[in-house]
């Protein structure tokens, strides 16, 4: 079913209800009357006749209408009772106050189970467990008792109430914006956040989805929903939980998975999710996000009323990744004729006084910046808004005539305005203009640098969105039947791990370059292998019992002489003896060492949050040592690949250091996407790791592979 009817209820029974004050189930009824809820409100106690003046019901099941929502504010073992009840009503959703559910256990986590299916029998769905509730703006549905919630055209989710009443604080004391609803999402034991999204995605009065979570349960689903959402409207999102210690305390809140990670920030980012960091630029960004056009490039136009204040923007814009480039010749010419000699017209635009005696040049400067084709947006910085303050009170009403040449521009042009004023706290009338028309204001330098930045970003994002993955992994459609038939095999034997060879089987049948080789069960055997070859060889041992061969004295390298080959043979079995003396050990791969070049990893593992993902990164101990590594959620297009590689600090070396030839990246991106199809055709694959791969100056060899099954329970 849809939420409509959760999230846009006719009518709302308060099971809880209470003549007690500072109870839950009397501020609520309180609020919904006060506020003029347009729906019925049913409280809900048998030991109450009426409260605030309603009739007051023993059980939902009791009422007389129909009842779309039931808010319930009793203690956590009285829900599998109180929704058997919503269910013989039939209740369409509920609102879960309570905790003691799966943020707190084994015990809690038994509970929840027991809610969910109890609600799942009869079609009801969940908000929470563990949550402040829900408010709809539209509705006057205040399911929180929050004071003086804006109303607006953001939509809110919050896994912490505390945060949401520090956005919604800031949002009436900082700003014009408003929300159109805020859920608080709790547990999201039932009600997932892709659902929400999807439910707002829809909303023609949502023109933003602002997001705070610590921990999410399908993640892959939410990549999927917020792929389809970004490109109609821009979702923002702090994510908590990056530190051990964030991580920690997010579990407890919220009993689901959390930590930021490499993989989440960049599906996060894929999916054209606005992803903030600092808790001070979160309902900033949706302001900005919500009331402006994206930009159409990066490039943004300074203008200041002195040096100071310009040179920092500057900078902090270079760090956010932003150009600012010396304006056109034209643009220049026409400053000229507007400001005073001593300004400076190139980027940053200081006007130097030019404003001073008459402050609605900002506005026609702002016209002549916004004209340059080579602008995507301008950032205005400094004293604006406090001429009248500062200087004379007739200077207020200049100010006032450029706010509403500024609001205008910005739907004539396309293009986006941010200001940074040091008397945004003064609440000028001229800067109150700005919000009018959608302008954001701040008095900090870093949060409107931060405001234009994301313009940037979602613009980008917008533009490019044609070649973006959808994050559906389309199963099975290239598997091999050699590679289903070594996965038979392994399971016939009760392996997850395939064998070294198996595995380079399945690659080479799915296409993969992997280097020669040859199994030998005896010494003799080994020689013979070798002596086929021209060049040095490699032997390994081969043993489901042994994964890590290095680490078990199980690999040899540069073996050049027979000789050589038999004694390395010998201390492989002692070596892999001593290590698990029960060791089924299968014999020894005898291989020619691989061409020159650059080792490198491709690796795949099945996130908890996100599905499968593949990493990428230089290879063998230099993997461990530096971590430069970056990944994607899977599937990944050739795009995604280059820009994998391109991402790493490493990408340098394979352009050829110190007269090495370039390696092939073209056979680089492909086997990463091939890895991609890969695990798309074997769903039974947990894990994949190619370490080392050798990247040539043609082509590439794939010398060591390593597959991981699932459970079979869970394929």
């Not at 199980?554 to 073996?559: I, N």
Request: glycine residues 10%; neutral net charge.
């Amino acid at each position: 079913m849809t939420l409509d009817a959760v999230l846009d209820a006719a009518s709302v029974a308060v099971v809880g209800a209470s003549k007690v004050e500072t109870k839950r189930g009397f501020q609520t009824i309180r609020t919904l009357l006060n506020e003029k809820y347009d729906g019925e409100i049913y409280p809900v106690n048998p030991k109450e006749d009426t409260i605030l003046g309603l009739k007051c019901f023993k059980q939902v099941s009791d009422i007389e209408g129909p009842v779309d929502l039931a808010l319930i504010a009793t203690p956590a073992k009285t829900l599998p009772s109180v929704l058997e009840d919503c269910g013989r009503k039939g209740v369409k959703g509920a609102v879960i106050l309570a905790g003691g559910f799966g943020e707190t256990g084994a015990e809690g986590r038994r509970l929840e189970d027991q809610v969910v299916a109890t609600a799942g029998k009869f079609g009801i769905r969940l908000i929470g467990p563990n949550t402040s509730g829900m408010i709809n703006l539209k509705k006057s549905m205040n399911l929180v008792g929050m004071r003086d919630v804006p109303k607006g055209d953001i939509a809110l989710l919050s896994q912490s109430g505390n945060m949401a009443l520090t956005l919604i604080t800031e949002a009436r004391l900082k700003s014009r914006k408003g929300f159109s609803y805020y859920v608080g999402v709790g547990n999201e034991a039932d009600i997932r956040f892709h659902e929400y999204l999807e439910f707002f995605r829809r909303d023609p009065e949502t023109r933003a989805v602002l997001m705070y979570v610590e921990g999410m349960r399908q993640g892959r689903e939410f990549l999927q929903q917020a792929y389809k959402t970004t490109r109609e409207k821009p979702v923002i999102l702090l994510k908590s939980g990056r530190s051990a210690k964030g991580k920690k305390s997010a579990g407890s809140h919220t009993g689901a998975l959390a930590g930021i990670s490499a993989v989440a920030k960049g599906a996060f980012k894929r999916a054209g999710i606005i992803m903030i960091e600092n808790s001070d630029q979160l309902f900033p960004a949706a302001e900005a996000l919500s009331s402006l056009p994206p930009m159409k490039n990066n490039n943004v136009a300074i203008l200041a009323d002195g040096g100071g204040h310009a040179t920092i923007a500057a900078d902090v814009l270079t760090d956010l990744g932003l150009s600012i480039p010396e304006l056109g010749e034209k643009t220049q010419d026409r400053l000229k004729k507007i400001l005073p000699a001593a300004a400076s017209v190139v980027n940053p635009v200081d006007v130097a006084g030019g404003t001073d005696a008459d402050p609605s040049l900002f506005a026609d400067c702002a016209r002549v910046i916004l004209n340059d084709p080579k602008v995507g947006g301008l950032l205005i910085v400094g004293l604006f808004g406090g001429y009248g303050i500062r200087f004379a009170e007739s200077l207020a009403l200049m100010e006032e005539d450029a706010a509403h040449q500024m609001g205008k521009m910005i739907p004539q042009k396309g293009k986006p305005i941010v200001i940074h004023s040091l008397f945004s706290r003064e609440k000028p009338h001229s800067l109150d203009l700005c919000r009018y028309y959608g302008i954001p204001v701040t008095d900090s330098l870093d949060i409107a640098c931060k405001n234009i930045a994301v313009l940037s970003e979602y613009g980008e994002y917008v533009r490019s969105y044609h070649a973006r993955a959808t994050f559906f992994m389309n199963w099975e459609v290239k598997a091999n039947k050699g590679g289903r038939k070594i996965l038979a095999n392994a399971r016939a034997e009760g392996r997850r791990a395939l064998l070294e060879p198996e595995a380079k089987r399945l690659l080479a049948a799915q296409g993969a370059p992997v280097s020669e080789e040859h199994l030998a069960t005896s010494a003799k055997e080994a020689v013979a292998r070798f002596k086929a070859f021209d060049g040095p060889a490699v032997l390994k041992v081969v043993s489901p019992d042994i994964l890590h061969k290095s680490d078990a004295g199980g690999v040899k390298v540069g073996l050049a002489s027979e000789k050589e080959v038999r004694a390395a043979y010998a201390q492989i079995l002692k070596s892999a003896e001593a290590c698990r003396p029960d060791a089924d050990i299968r014999g020894v791969l005898v291989c020619p060492m691989a061409p020159k070049g650059v080792e490198v990893i491709i690796g795949t593992k099945t996130d908890d949050q996100f599905g499968p993902v593949i990493m990428y990164g230089l290879g063998g101990v230099m993997v461990e040592i530096l971590k430069d590594v970056s990944f994607r959620v899977l599937p990944i297009s050739r795009r995604s690949a280059r820009r994998m590689i391109d991402e790493t600090q490493s990408a340098p070396v394979l352009n050829g250091v110190r007269g090495e030839p370039a390696c092939d990246k073209k056979a680089l991106v492909e086997l990463l996407v091939l890895c991609s199809e890969i695990v798309e055709s074997y769903p039974e694959i947990e894990e994949m790791d190619l370490n080392p791969v050798i990247v040539h100056h043609e082509g590439l060899s794939v010398v060591d592979a390593r597959i991981i099954l699932k459970e079979e329970e869970t394929c």
